[in-house]
């Protein structure tokens, strides 16, 4: 097993200020790859507590990730304290000043003087490329050893990670990692799927289980798996269980499947919604190429413009209110009428912290699909705020989305 450690750097991190998101997608990287990290640091940009911890992680580690400090303001301090600690001088690496001069020019601006600190590098060490930044990635063998430098950036690491650490680590290591199941699952709480797939699991010995639940679901990774049979055997298994919960597989995204499926079915899709405020058709758009099924989205918060653009009838609003089954029913196959698309999403609901009556609290959400055979709705009652009860009702409404698809 590979001692491996990661050291975080950043005061913005220690203050709060930002949220540390690289350790965990190098953890998760890492352990797909059967390499388990010891320990993971997190530092301030102290000249002398970075070196201080690289020096003494070294000593027993096989493997050092280093994130963060390797941009050119003076608070950057990575590059010089590892130069230090290995007692390796810099030096200019001209293929990195002229990249950076490329990306300056071509955006029309004069090349900051400060751009020379970012091509100054520990000598021998390997350089990687950042295809979306500037400061490039940093691999220094030390006898053995590997200490691998990434940008603090989470894009850029994770691009640099992909492309340059993975191929390298695969080389050097020849690495054979286990099989890995990891299931996405959504409306269904944690202790519910442990009650429902423990059985399942008990007959597999050396595995292990995780489960990572969030205000969207629970992600469930299941690692340890030596043979591709007892892989294909679990995941059948607790596909039958967990038939109705669980929306993707690996890293793909709800957006991902939905897209995949309109695609694949050639289907179009149009959504009227109110309590999400344009939060269903954003995750919808962040997939690539989703102009291809997305015609488009309507925010109809007031009324007035469920009335004019998602056809609801104002009999309708005036007995049920604009909170109800049968409005987001209207709302559903009136938006996939007015933008002529295959299917129709309708959602409504009250998102706090104001707005509840006795009978209809906040978190209480209606959502509806409606295709050219039939509308589906389904209520549900959310807890949290106002941000956490918005997300999972988009959440809610792109899985009923997502089950109307595969049923067509």
Do not use: W
Not at 135 to 143: D, T
Not at 171 to 187: G, H, Q, S, V
Not at 369 to 380: D, M, N, P, R, Y
Request: proline letters at 4%; aromatic letters at 6%; a positive charge.
């Amino acid at each position: 097993m590979l001692n491996t450690y990661l050291i975080i750097i950043g005061d913005e991190i220690l203050t709060g200020r930002t949220q540390d998101t690289n350790s965990h997608y190098i953890a998760s990287r890492l352990n797909e790859l059967g390499i388990a990290p010891k320990s993971i640091i997190t530092i301030s940009d102290d000249k002398t507590i970075i070196e201080n911890t690289i020096s003494d992680i070294l000593e027993p580690a096989d493997i050092v990730f280093v994130t963060g400090g390797l941009g050119p303001t003076p608070d950057d301090l990575t590059v010089i304290s590892v130069a230090n600690v290995l007692k390796r001088r810099l030096v200019l690496d001209e293929s990195i000043i002229n990249r950076i001069e490329k990306i300056f020019t071509s955006q029309k601006l004069p090349v900051p003087e400060l751009a020379t600190k970012q091509a100054l590098i520990p000598q021998g060490a390997i350089t990687l490329d950042n295809p979306v930044g500037h400061a490039p990635g940093l691999i220094l063998k030390q006898g053995k050893k590997s200490l691998i430098l990434l940008p603090g950036v989470p894009v850029e690491m994770q691009k640099i990670f992909e492309t340059g650490v993975l191929p390298y680590l695969n080389d050097t290591y020849a690495l054979k990692p286990d099989f890995i199941l990891f299931l996405r699952t959504t409306n269904i709480p944690e202790m519910a799927i442990v009650e429902k797939i423990s059985d399942v699991l008990k007959k597999y010995k050396n595995i292990r289980t995780a489960y990572l639940p969030s205000i969207l679901g629970v992600d469930i990774r299941i690692s340890g798996i030596k043979d591709k049979k007892i892989y294909l055997a679990l995941e059948k298994e607790l596909n039958i269980r967990l038939i109705q919960y669980i929306y993707g597989k690996g890293q793909e995204t709800i957006g991902e499947i939905i897209g995949n499926l309109c695609r694949k079915k050639r289907l179009t899709l149009g959504i009227a919604e109110s309590c999400t405020g344009g939060l269903i058709a954003d995750k919808i758009t962040d997939i690539p190429g989703s102009s291809e099924y997305f015609i488009g989205g309507a925010v109809v918060y007031s009324n007035k413009l469920k009335k004019l653009l998602a056809c609801v009838k104002e009999s309708t609003l005036k007995r049920f209110g604009a909170v109800s089954k049968e409005t987001v029913l209207e709302m559903a196959q009136g938006i996939r009428e007015h933008f002529n698309t295959d299917i129709g999403v309708g959602i409504s609901g009250i998102a706090g912290p104001a707005g509840a009556t006795e009978k209809k609290p906040v978190g209480l959400v209606y959502i509806a699909v409606g295709t050219k055979k039939e509308t589906i709705s389904e209520e549900h009652r959310f807890t949290g705020n106002r941000r956490m009860i918005k997300e999972k009702s988009a959440m809610a409404a792109l899985d009923l989305l997502r089950r109307t698809i595969q049923k067509l």
